[in-house]
C-alpha cells in the first residue's frame, strides 16, 4: 500500500488536544494499515521484495 493511498484510508480520525499534550482516535483499521506501512519501511529486505515487481512493471509499460 503506497502511503497515499494509506493517507487517504486515514480520514477518519478525532484529535483531542489538552494543553500541551494531543491524542489522536482512529479506527483499528487505519492503525493496522499504519503498523503494515510501519513494517514494509523498516525492513530494508521486505521493502526491496515491494520494489523489485514494481520496477520490472514500470519497464514493461515503457
Known amino acids: 500500500m503506497s502511503n497515499k493511498i494509506l493517507l487517504e484510508r486515514i480520514e477518519k480520525r478525532i484529535k483531542i488536544t489538552k494543553e500541551k499534550k494531543s491524542s489522536v482516535i482512529?479506527?483499528?483499521?487505519?492503525?493496522?494499515?499504519?503498523?503494515?506501512?510501519?513494517?514494509?519501511?523498516?525492513?530494508?529486505?521486505?521493502?526491496?521484495?515491494?520494489?523489485?515487481?514494481?520496477?520490472?512493471?514500470?519497464?514493461a509499460k515503457e
Open 26 to 59: 482512529l479506527s483499528l483499521s487505519d492503525w493496522e494499515a499504519i503498523e503494515d506501512m510501519i513494517m514494509e519501511l523498516s525492513s530494508p529486505k521486505l521493502l526491496e521484495s515491494i520494489k523489485k515487481p514494481v520496477r520490472i512493471i514500470k519497464k
